[in-house]
């Protein structure tokens, strides 16, 4: 099932990642006042992440964007205020035209821009990486732009198993993989990728890379400003998925910028392009969850699975989330079932 | 001998030769550059001389009255030209030298909008050119300056000795330069009536700017001249506009107007000719049929010293803008960059191509390839829809470039975000209708059996293949709707 088919409500994962994006911009502010920047993305038809921008940060300057009439309609209905402007663009279209789309929503003056190119097709990758290059070469120093793409390893190739019978040793399909990736985006991919790569853990890094290597392409090291990378998230619901965020800085402001951001102290910051973290967002019962929420940071994780009576590290879950979740537990979406 | 050189002493060994050699200038550095560049440097020369002489720019021919000829020959070469003349003392100083000197030591008092930044093209066009040279010049005081075979030949860089010009020789305000003992090369090129003609197309495509400003240049072979050739004529610069559609869409240039990093920046994009239909562009895939316009020039202090090109250089194939092919042939595009101080123009030493460094370039290419994104996509948008394409051309006329830099400057009012010194033209290219609810159906079919087709919708009428494939559809759903 790909992750564009799962009901908004039921992506765990892309809630938390939509949370934590919105906890960075936050912590951008630090270094460069973003309240009268315009928000740009697709925002499907909830317009989550518009709503959120605008509760969070107050954000005004809305803009939403499909390429199908219909969903844009659906926007209009849906949209949390009223200067957000929906319009029918491809994401094409809409980079191809950056300045004519804010004149036309009246935006051309906001102090500065923070789009999200959230794409889900993985056979669009190179052109996903190409727009976002020609989204980059029209910003400016304190614009932050966030790219979600798929990175699930299978999506380049995965042999169809006869039977039940697997078809293909596992060597030959990560081989062709890679020849998959190299096609759509050789271009980009780092000189030291190769075949070994073409796994879930590892394709990420290798994107995330490539993605930073486009960036270059738009800041040459000749301009006085870079691209610089402040957070790489992978998480999966069904199809993994890999969000980079990053803010185009002065060259020599960029040690201030980190600096100010404190990303050190962010459990999801990315110092460079092949820093990418996980997350993982376990269902949990609400007794979980707030049994969790008030032991977690005060109490040992030993401790924690002595309490609970079970472990979390021989269930589906995994070890990991127990030491992360005090990270995120903040932005945990309550989904509960309702008769209305 | 014991040398400090912070804390510690070291004991000097010897001296490593670091000197350039002569032979490096004279029969390496030549390698370089095509000899019809070089030679168009020599031309450069002779513009740097006009802006010297009348210092600023005023009128729109601000070049008329001057000229240069060049005459060619299997046994020699001349350039003569009536564009001020180089002073003695800057003979003296450094027009010989290889290389401009640090600025303090130049008179800046004549600085302008040159091409000259190197100091350079005189000589290696000398060494490009044959082993023997004569330079005269009457700017003050008229002197001569040989470039013997000796001096080529000779390992050091002795100064070369000046005399005075013989009265009568040389208008005030003239240069001549003189090779003989041509390189085999140039006696094979200049003894070539068709290579004159390709480099006459070469100054008439790099100074199209600078001959439409007045520059006179005449080139060819000595009987030619004599009898007086005419002056070439520059390439043209022109975009299609038509008048606005009903909904205020229409065909029109980009235009880009600003200074970065102190360089002014004027950028034209647009359509020269109509968009090709399906069956040209099919044709033009295979060979290259029509006259070919596409792709941008770009002209530093109007030299132009990129001609219509359509490789990543200027943004073709770059982020989201597609490689050029033939379906792109209608669309071209124009940067005039402009600055008093030349160092900041992306300008190499052969004037051919731009320094890749640069980052006003660079800059320049990211607006260059906005406008080349939007004229393609408009080409992808009409490709399903042809038969509508005549629709859009209402009243199609040609602006030229005077009339777009007027033009320029009052429909350039559009912000560009990225830099608060640029504006830009707000442009509605024309879009088909239901866009994106029709798809285009295409495939290929046995040549008989579309003429039974053809014969069964339209009888004896011409109809094209495609107008018999549509007939063919659309009866096979009136078909499947009854």
């Given at each position: ?65 499909d390429y199908n009439p219909e969903v844009v309609k ?14 029918c663009h491809s994401?094409?279209d ?247 | ?379 992808y948008k009409w490709k399903k829809h042809e038969r509508d ?41 024309p879009a088909p209708v239901n866009e994106n609810r029709t798809a285009r159906v ?28 549509e007939?063919?559809f659309n009866?096979?759903l ?5």
């Amino acid at each position: 099932m790909s992750g564009s088919s799962i009901p908004y409500h039921l992506r765990p994962h892309k809630a938390v990642d939509r949370r934590l994006f919105v906890d960075l911009l936050t912590r951008c502010e630090r270094w460069h006042p973003l309240n009268d920047a315009a928000y740009i993305s697709m925002g499907a038809y909830p317009l989550e992440d518009h709503k959120l921008v605008h509760r969070m940060l107050g954000l005004r300057k809305l803009i939403a964007f499909d390429y199908n009439p219909e969903v844009v309609k659906r926007q209009v209905f849906n949209r949390p205020i009223d200067t957000c402007k929906c319009v029918c663009h491809s994401s094409g279209d809409l980079v191809a035209n950056l300045d004519a789309v804010l004149a036309d929503a009246g935006y051309a003056d906001a102090s500065n821009l923070i789009v999200w190119l959230d794409y889900t097709s993985p056979g669009e990758l190179g052109e996903q990486i190409r727009e976002f290059v020609t989204l980059l070469d029209k910003l400016k120093p304190g614009d932050v732009v966030r790219i979600t793409v798929n990175a699930n390893a299978s999506s380049l190739f995965s042999p169809k198993p006869q039977k039940g019978v697997p078809t293909m040793p596992g060597d030959e399909v990560r081989k062709l993989r890679f020849s998959k990736l190299s096609e759509r985006i050789g271009d980009y991919l780092p000189a030291d990728a190769k075949t070994a790569m073409m796994t879930d853990e590892l394709l990420p890094a290798v994107l995330s890379r490539a993605i930073g290597a486009a960036a270059l392409e738009a800041f040459p090291t000749s301009g006085a400003s870079v691209f610089a990378p402040l957070s790489i998230v992978r998480y999966a619901d069904g199809q993994q998925m890999l969000s980079l965020t990053g803010i185009v800085v002065p060259r020599d402001e960029e040690a201030c910028m980190r600096e100010k951001l404190d990303l050190a102290s962010w459990r999801f910051g990315s110092r460079d392009w092949s820093e990418v973290h996980l997350l993982t967002v376990p269902d949990l019962t609400i007794r979980e969850r707030l049994f969790l929420e008030r032991a977690i940071g005060t109490t040992a994780v030993p401790d924690l699975k002595e309490h609970l009576g079970f472990d979390f590290g021989a269930l589906e879950v995994g070890e990991a989330f127990l030491n992360d979740y005090q990270h995120y537990y903040r932005f945990y979406p309550n989904l509960l079932a309702a008769e209305i | 001998m014991a040398e400090e050189t912070g804390l510690e002493t070291r004991q000097k060994i010897g001296d490593a030769k670091a000197a350039p050699t002569k032979n490096f200038f004279v029969n390496m550095l030549t390698r370089d550059i095509e000899l019809q560049d070089s030679l168009l440097d020599l031309l450069d020369n002779c513009v740097d001389g006009i802006l010297r002489s009348i210092g600023e720019v005023q009128s729109d021919t601000p070049y008329a009255g001057y000229k240069a000829t060049m005459t060619f020959d299997a046994e020699y070469f001349i350039i003569e030209d009536n564009c001020g003349g180089i002073p003695k003392s800057v003979a003296e100083k450094y027009a010989f030298s290889m290389g401009r000197p640090p600025d303090e030591d130049v008179d800046q008092s004549g600085a302008a909008a040159t091409v000259g930044m190197y100091g350079i093209g005189m000589k290696r066009a000398i060494f490009k050119l044959g082993s023997d040279a004569l330079v005269e010049s009457r700017h003050d005081e008229g002197f001569t300056v040989e470039f013997s075979p000796e001096w080529m030949s000779d390992r050091g860089w002795t100064d070369l000795p000046m005399f005075p010009l013989n009265d009568g020789e040389l208008a005030d305000g003239g240069t001549r330069i003189t090779v003989y003992q041509l390189h085999d090369e140039c006696k094979k090129a200049f003894a070539e009536k068709t290579w004159i003609e390709s480099f006459r197309n070469s100054i008439s495509r790099h100074y199209a700017i600078i001959i439409s400003k007045g520059f006179e240049i005449r080139v060819g072979t000595e009987a030619e001249i004599a009898a007086v050739a005419e002056p070439i004529a520059g390439a043209e610069f022109r975009l299609l506009e038509t008048d606005a559609l009903p909904d205020g869409s229409r065909v029109q240039p980009f235009t880009y107007f600003g200074t970065l990093d102190g360089v002014q920046v004027e950028i034209y994009a647009g359509l020269y000719r109509e968009l090709l239909t399906e069956e040209e562009a099919d044709r033009e895939e295979q060979t290259r049929g029509v006259k070919d316009d596409a792709g941008w020039t770009v002209a530093c202090n109007d030299r132009v010293v990129i001609w219509k090109d359509t490789t990543r250089l200027t943004g073709w194939g770059e982020a989201t803008v597609p490689n050029y092919h033939g379906q792109f042939i209608a669309i071209t595009g124009l940067v005039l960059l402009h600055s008093d101080d030349p160092t900041k123009l992306p300008l190499t030493t052969t004037k051919r191509g731009i320094d890749a460094s640069s980052n006003v370039y660079a800059e320049v290419k990211d607006l260059m390839r906005e406008a080349t994104k939007n004229l393609t996509s408009f080409t992808y948008k009409w490709k399903k829809h042809e038969r509508d394409l005549d629709s859009i051309y209402q009243n199609s006329r040609y602006v030229e470039l005077p009339a777009l830099r007027t033009m320029a400057q009052e429909v350039s009012t559009g912000q560009v975000r990225k830099f608060a010194t640029m504006k830009r033209s707000e442009v509605k290219l024309p879009a088909p209708v239901n866009e994106n609810r029709t798809a285009r159906v295409s495939f290929t079919a046995d040549k008989d059996a579309i003429a039974k087709l053809k014969k069964h919708y339209f009888e004896d009428q011409p109809a094209a293949t495609s107008e018999v494939g549509e007939a063919a559809f659309n009866d096979a759903l009136n078909r499947i709707k009854k």
